[in-house]
């Protein structure tokens, strides 16, 4: 029996198709996503179509995965009221620091749901919605997640099929609380002034959302970062370290978290548990911008990096080239500091382009370490992680032994299992094997603690925190 798997994320539409005992994968196809911070939700749909043309034969389930915090609004015909603003949209950063303010401080917003709002935060672009474009807010009769828009269109796509959605994405959106297991209405009110739209219904893990209108089974889906850890059977104490365009680092916890500093999102997960998420805007961009810079390609890029040595010669990159999410820092630019005669030079720029990223995404670690939350090893995911260099400075930079399991779809690979899961309705997930790995003790001397020193020493100077 086959099931299948859809991650629909930023940049493009994945659909994998695997053996629903197993795993193991037997087809699989993609297609791209317009560019953009803002995008018709229709082009995820005719994505999906294109993707899925021809991959479906003997399919018996299937489930979403899909970007997080997005904001789709349809009116009561259940028409988009306007393009779907993306989680990469911050024109949102002045409504979540409103709303921060409104409900008394970020502590307050960390305690009610789990995180404090962000730019990147549903709630945040509710209110932006209001305060922008009063007109179609008035418009809006249902408010949806992307995952939530793609699971509602598999099953018909009608006014008359209720949306629903799962605790993992949910819990992304600002206004539903993992600890208290429920939407806060309230919060919603005072982000979309004044207004309740219809929320989608929150499914259970192995809840099924429905079927298509030719009778496949359609799961609840959930968020990319739960169905990436449901994809890499994340087990307690690993931490992944997400090199895609933007960068996530994640764990497993077994009691909801609630960082006041806004750092940490307090997430669900996919399994009933829940998953404290750091996320930043920069992380594969900056080598691909810094080889287009250079005028090599990314496989150069690495050779360049080889040539200098562990802190670059002196040249260190703040790597805020989109302005960033953590630290929180939405208007920010790129730094680079400690250009001199002897660091001017192709390959200190790209070793330096590497040790910003992780840096960066160490910074992120570190706030799950604030939490209580010590990992004993990290697993490096996404495309920048195929890397060896980049392999070995994470694990000089993080100081942990680093994993670095084959190239996957895992998005849509933890689709996919929670769609075999929908179809056993057994209590668990089915046992997939492990993916084959690459592993990297936690043993080098290439002097990570002190690039890690001078790149928060500059960055506490750049940006004084």
């Known amino acids: 029996m086959l099931v299948a798997g859809i991650d629909s994320s930023t940049q493009s539409c994945k659909v994998v198709v695997c053996e629903a005992d197993t795993g193991k994968i037997v087809r699989q196809a993609r297609f791209a996503h317009p560019d953009g911070t803002e995008v018709p939700a229709r082009a995820w749909w005719d994505a999906w179509l294109a993707a899925a043309d021809g991959l479906l034969d003997g399919v018996a389930a299937i489930a979403v995965a899909a970007q997080q915090h997005g904001l789709v609004t349809l009116d009561e015909r259940g028409r988009p009221v306007r393009d779907a603003l993306l989680w990469n949209d911050t024109r949102s950063a002045g409504a979540a620091a409103d709303l921060v303010e409104e409900l008394g401080g970020p502590g307050e917003w960390a305690k009610a749901v789990g995180s404090v709002p962000l730019a990147a935060h549903t709630v945040a672009k509710l209110r932006w919605l209001a305060d922008h474009e009063p007109a179609h807010a008035d418009r809006v009769a249902r408010v949806l997640l992307p995952h939530d828009y793609l699971t509602w269109r598999l099953r018909g796509g009608t006014p008359d099929v209720e949306p629903t959605t799962d605790r993992g994405d949910a819990s992304g959106t600002g206004y539903w609380s993992p600890a208290q297991q429920r939407y806060r209405d309230d919060l919603v009110r005072m982000a979309f002034r004044g207004r309740l739209p219809e929320l989608p219904r929150v499914l259970g893990p192995a809840e099924a959302a429905g079927h298509t209108p030719d009778g496949v089974l359609v799961a609840a889906g959930t968020g990319d970062n739960a169905a990436a850890a449901l994809g890499l059977g994340l087990d307690d104490g690993e931490v992944v370290v997400s090199l895609g365009t933007s960068g996530t680092v994640f764990t497993r916890s077994a009691a909801p978290s609630a960082d006041a500093t806004g750092a940490v999102?307090?997430?669900?997960?996919?399994?009933?548990?829940?998953?404290?998420?750091?996320?930043?805007?920069?992380?594969?961009?900056?080598?691909?911008?810094?080889?287009?810079?250079?005028?090599?390609?990314?496989?150069?890029?690495?050779?360049?990096?080889?040539?200098?040595?562990?802190?670059?010669?002196?040249?260190?990159?703040?790597?805020?080239?989109?302005?960033?999410?953590?630290?929180?820092?939405?208007?920010a630019t790129g730094t680079l500091h400690g250009l001199t005669p002897d660091t001017m030079r192709p390959e200190h720029m790209a070793r330096a382009a590497v040790e910003g990223m992780l840096c960066n995404l160490a910074d992120a670690l570190d706030?799950?370490?604030?939490?209580?939350?010590?990992?004993?090893?990290?697993?490096?995911?996404?495309?920048?992680?195929?890397?060896?260099?980049?392999?070995?400075?994470?694990?000089?930079?993080?100081?942990?032994?680093?994993?670095?399991?084959?190239?996957?779809?895992?998005?849509?690979?933890?689709?996919?299992?929670?769609?075999?899961?929908?179809?056993?309705?057994?209590?668990?997930?089915?046992?997939?094997?492990?993916?084959?790995?690459?592993?990297?003790?936690a043993d080098g001397v290439g002097g990570g603690a002190a690039i890690r020193e001078r790149y928060g020493r500059i960055r506490r100077i750049v940006h004084l925190r």
Not at 283 to 298: D, F, I, K, P, S
Not at 410 to 415: D, E, F, N, P, T
Not at 432 to 441: K, T, V
């Open 265 to 331: 999102n307090g997430f669900a997960d996919a399994t009933g548990g829940y998953l404290p998420l750091v996320c930043t805007l920069n992380a594969a961009r900056v080598l691909e911008h810094t080889a287009t810079l250079l005028g090599v390609g990314l496989d150069e890029l690495e050779t360049l990096a080889n040539r200098s040595v562990p802190g670059a010669n002196g040249l260190t990159l703040l790597p805020y080239l989109t302005g960033e999410r953590t630290p929180d820092l939405p208007e």
């Open 367 to 441: 706030h799950l370490r604030a939490l209580d939350l010590e990992p004993r090893r990290v697993l490096l995911i996404g495309g920048a992680a195929a890397s060896p260099l980049v392999a070995t400075v994470a694990r000089d930079i993080f100081g942990l032994a680093v994993t670095v399991p084959e190239p996957r779809e895992y998005v849509a690979l933890g689709a996919a299992r929670q769609a075999a899961w929908a179809l056993a309705a057994t209590a668990d997930p089915p046992e997939w094997p492990s993916p084959p790995a690459r592993e990297i003790a």
